[in-house]
């Protein structure tokens, strides 16, 4: 069973949907339009495939990682978004809305961002395609990425810190929305994941979808058994699954359990959330029993997020993919054995992924696991360092 386009009132089974102020609905409705009408334009498709080879650097290698499948005695694929200009997969998504914002003759893009992927790769269009851009980022944030920050100023764009909250990605999210319901004229948001009203999820799920049509192709017929990618809002996950929905290969996706599912400071929003409303889409979340968004809590700031993009929901519900979820400490010890036996230092957000294979070895011994990469970890670094790590 898979899932192709949401329905005529925007949603993936009983989740997703438009739950925003009536100053936006319009503007979503415009965007579906214009989307729409892009996505079926062979010159829209050719200018976006064209920015993905000449700009991007796509298609990403998909690389055989042979001396972790030994160390793992699992045969691991990876698929390189690290290598994608920016380092992440997040610029596939910003370069396809920048088309899309030029198209509806919008001059300003807004962003939010958590490790500043997002952020960075949205300055990044927007230089590139001569838009000017905000970026709306989390106090906390700022502070452990700061090398993302820095270079989305080098980018032109103005970083906004917010306060308020916890002061990480579900208020810049909360920022971004309130900037955008006042300045719709002129701008158009670029949000970072699956997630937020439709068309939103739809939208990035189709800019992100080459990552597994891709992969798809450089197997050439030879499935593996499974394919693995962090879930943060779940763009990465998405874009790889999507493709593969349609075959029997399993789906896993790996969100935050932070200092452990019992701790309560985690971001596993299908592991251990609910349904409810969250950024203008119904979805799965994290909240207390009146209904209130709890804080999530991750070492990757990527992961750090109390929702999940509802397309994984309706996944979850179908019993088509499953979510697993793995700590900080095991993420750690994730980004030393991927940097030591690969010679590839990954984002911690992607270092879930390589975590989950690697406690599940045993069961998954034998195997073929086509695992997203879906960041490097420069950015990380300093972080990590000051944990006195590895
Ligand atoms: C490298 C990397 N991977 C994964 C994520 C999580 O986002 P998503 O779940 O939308 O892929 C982020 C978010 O910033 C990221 O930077």
């Avoid at 991007?56 to 690389?63: D, F, K, M, N, S």
């Avoid at 697993?324 to 980004?335: F, I």
Wanted: glycine share 12%; aromatic share 6%; net charge negative.
């Amino acid at each position: 069973m898979t899932t192709t386009r949401p329905d005529a009132r925007g949603r993936f089974g009983e989740y997703g949907g438009v739950y925003a102020p009536e100053t936006l609905v319009p503007a979503l409705a415009e965007l579906e339009r214009v989307f729409e009408e892009a996505w079926a334009d062979p010159g829209f498709r050719d200018g976006f495939s064209r920015l993905l080879t000449t700009f991007v650097g796509r298609p990403t290698p998909l690389h055989g990682a042979e001396r972790l499948s030994e160390a793992l005695g699992v045969r691991v694929l990876l698929k390189r978004e690290d290598l994608a200009h920016t380092g992440a997969h997040k610029i596939n998504n910003a370069l396809g809305q920048g088309l899309l914002a030029q198209r509806m003759g919008k001059p300003r893009l807004i962003a939010e961002t958590g490790a500043g992927q997002h952020g960075v790769a949205t300055a990044t269009a927007a230089a590139h395609l001569g838009l000017t851009c905000t970026v709306f980022m989390g106090a906390k944030d700022m502070e452990r990425q700061a090398l993302n920050v820095y270079r989305m100023r080098l980018l032109g764009a103005d970083v906004v810190s917010v306060e308020g909250g916890a002061a990480t990605l579900k208020d810049a999210v909360a920022a971004a929305f309130r900037d955008w319901a006042a300045t719709v004229e002129d701008s158009h948001y670029v949000i970072g994941s699956v997630v937020g009203p439709h068309p939103f999820p739809w939208i990035v799920r189709e800019f992100q979808k080459v990552i597994g049509e891709e992969a798809l192709a450089q197997l050439g017929g030879d499935l593996p058994d499974m394919v693995v990618a962090c879930v943060g809002g779940g763009s990465n996950a998405i874009g790889i699954f999507h493709p593969f929905a349609a075959t029997t290969v399993e789906l896993v996706g790996v969100e935050a359990a932070g200092h452990g599912i019992a701790s309560g400071a985690h971001g596993a929003s299908i592991g251990a959330g609910s349904p409810g409303i969250l950024h203008g889409a119904r979805t799965y979340m994290l909240q207390d029993a009146d209904g209130q968004v709890l804080e999530a809590h991750s070492i990757s700031a990527g992961l750090d997020y109390p929702g999940v993009g509802p397309e994984h929901a309706h996944l979850a519900d179908m019993g088509r993919a499953r979510y697993e979820s793995v700590t900080d400490e095991e993420a750690l010890d994730a980004v030393a054995l991927l940097s030591r036996t690969e010679g590839i230092i990954p984002a911690l957000e992607t270092a879930h992924a390589i975590a989950w294979v690697a406690r599940e070895r045993a069961a998954l011994a034998g195997r073929t696991v086509l695992v997203n990469l879906s960041g490097r970890g420069d950015k990380d670094v300093a972080q990590i360092a000051a944990l006195g790590r590895p």
